[in-house]
């Protein structure tokens, strides 16, 4: 243990910073855990006011090193394929990676309760209702709400996209460059109920996506039988949030676009106007430390949503600084700024995939040619594991960096688009052996 006997407070106990607490506390820290929020465990209000979230390989190696994987896995669902929905009702499948690789689909509030539960297992000491207000940095103080102080020997904001303490670092030091931005799109959550006897009214194994260019809707599935389903629409203008504004603007909308949908969630009208809008965007930091304080997750890389990285990044966040701990046995070796500098550089990675993500999920996942590029893909990494992952795998099924990811699916890419550009590829691709040879030489050739 490299952190006995050092204070450490953590802003934030949402899911990064009550898992990076019981990391902390395991190396050996006194650690205090401060949250503006009531104790979510007993505020079921806090329920459903966030999209699903979808634990990936990233998220999972940082559950595994601490022991609680298989707490976690209990109150998760595997989705091993998207189900696309077209307009006219059919059903396209597209599998995640291989046979048995699936992404699992777990509630934001049932997992940060979970975690809450194992830190404080943990000698971990979480302070609710206390909204952090001004932050020392040269003492390592911090200022709540009616005057409550609390001094550490580190700090660590992890107190999500709206940070409290980024803001702060922005203001306090000159060379703090901060960016945040909206996009043109927005999100609304809505929930197909189940069955009377508790199943689930569509298939359960996979994530859904009705993708209709502009806009879309995705469902996830629960515990309980329901689904969390999620409305990604542009702010203004053609198939907008805007251009929905009664109870029949919400059913011309959904009949004409999700029929399937207004079948499966009977409330929907009400759901709709009940639920609120809320933004889309992403935060960077060029710096996330300044003195002995320090940001992860959201506070310094909060994304879209539409890589299903941003919970797995932030856990990737703890479980990499861990190992960096390990190595330097301190947190004091001057090497970290150099690990958060190459943490910043993957992260924004991260972000960029997730942009480009947004624009497969709601056009090209309904695109046939770009359903056969990807049955290629997988047909080829499966002849040569060796020589090519996709990119999806990478980023959701590997350990490999979210830069070196992004670097080497731009290759792919662009070797791919060579191969769609014979004419006639779905015919050649299915007619002969020989054909697929020739396929197969054509992509060897390029990566050699």
Same mark, same amino acid.
């Given at each position: 243990m490299y952190l006995e006997n050092k204070k450490i407070s953590v802003v934030g106990g949402g899911l990064v910073g009550s898992l990076l607490a019981t990391y902390l506390s395991k190396q050996g820290a006194n650690v205090l855990v401060f949250d503006k929020r009531s104790d979510p465990r007993k505020d079921i209000n806090q329920a459903g006011r966030s999209i699903n979230l979808a634990l990936s390989d990233r998220g999972i190696r940082a559950l595994k090193t601490l022991g609680i994987k298989g707490q976690i896995m209990k109150i998760a669902m595997p989705m091993y394929k998207r189900i696309m929905h077209s307009n006219s009702g059919s059903l396209t499948e597209q599998r995640y990676g291989k046979s048995q690789q699936a992404i699992y689909s777990v509630s934001r509030h049932i997992l940060n309760t979970k975690l809450i539960d194992i830190a404080e297992q943990h000698n971990v000491k979480f302070h609710f209702n206390k909204q952090c207000e001004e932050i020392d940095f040269s003492n390592n103080e911090l200022l709540f709400k009616g005057d409550y102080v609390s001094h550490s020997d580190y700090i660590f904001a992890a107190d999500g996209?709206?940070?409290?303490?980024?803001?702060?670092?922005?203001?306090?030091?000159?060379?703090?460059?901060?960016?945040?931005?909206?996009?043109?799109?927005?999100?609304?959550? =809505? &929930?197909?109920?189940?069955?009377?006897?508790?199943?689930?009214?569509?298939?359960n194994d996979a994530l859904h996506i009705w993708p209709r260019k502009s806009f879309m809707v995705i469902a996830l599935p629960n515990l309980d039988g329901t689904f969390t389903c999620t409305l990604f629409a542009p702010n203004k203008g053609q198939s907008s949030f805007d251009e929905i504004k009664k109870n029949e603007d919400v059913k011309s909308f959904f009949s004409s676009?999700?029929?399937?949908?207004?079948? =499966?969630?009977?409330?929907?009208?009400?759901?709709?106007?009940?639920?609120?809008?809320?933004?889309?965007?992403?935060?960077?930091?060029?710096?996330?430390?300044?003195?002995?304080?320090?940001?992860?997750?959201?506070?310094?890389?909060?994304?879209?949503?539409?890589?299903?990285?941003?919970?797995?990044?932030?856990?990737?966040?703890?479980?990499?600084?861990?190992?960096?701990?390990?190595?330097?046995?301190?947190?004091?070796?001057? &090497?970290?700024?150099?690990?958060?500098?190459?943490?910043?550089?993957?992260?924004?990675?991260?972000?960029?995939?997730?942009?480009?993500?947004?624009?497969?999920?709601?056009?090209? &996942?309904?695109?046939?040619?770009?359903?056969?590029?990807?049955?290629?893909?997988?047909?080829?990494?499966?002849?040569?594991?060796?020589?090519?992952?996709?990119?999806?795998?990478?980023?959701?099924?590997?350990?490999?960096?979210?830069?070196?990811?992004?670097?080497?699916?731009?290759?792919?890419?662009?070797?791919?688009?060579?191969?769609?550009?014979?004419?006639?590829?779905?015919?050649?691709?299915?007619?002969?052996?020989?054909?697929?040879?020739n396929i197969e030489q054509q992509i060897l050739s390029r990566i050699s």
């Open positions: 996209a709206g940070s409290v303490i980024r803001k702060k670092m922005g203001h306090c030091f000159a060379d703090v460059k901060i960016t945040e931005k909206f996009i043109d799109s927005s999100y609304k959550e =809505l &929930t197909i109920p189940s069955h009377l006897d508790g199943t689930h009214k569509i298939q676009y999700f029929p399937d949908l207004v079948n =499966l969630i009977p409330d929907l009208a009400e759901q709709y106007f009940n639920n609120p809008t809320s933004p889309l965007g992403f935060v960077r930091c060029s710096s996330w430390k300044k003195n002995n304080t320090i940001l992860l997750g959201d506070a310094c890389h909060a994304t879209v949503p539409f890589y299903g990285q941003g919970m797995n990044s932030g856990f990737e966040d703890c479980f990499l600084l861990n190992e960096w701990i390990n190595l330097n046995h301190s947190l004091s070796n001057r &090497t970290i700024k150099e690990f958060l500098s190459l943490r910043q550089l993957n992260t924004e990675a991260m972000q960029d995939l997730s942009m480009a993500n947004f624009i497969e999920m709601q056009s090209k &996942t309904a695109d046939p040619g770009f359903l056969l590029q990807k049955k290629i893909e997988e047909w080829f990494s499966n002849k040569h594991p060796d020589k090519w992952m996709p990119l999806y795998s990478m980023v959701t099924f590997s350990s490999v960096s979210y830069h070196e990811a992004m670097q080497k699916g731009i290759i792919q890419d662009e070797i791919m688009k060579d191969v769609m550009s014979k004419n006639n590829l779905q015919i050649v691709f299915n007619e002969a052996e020989l054909n697929e040879k």
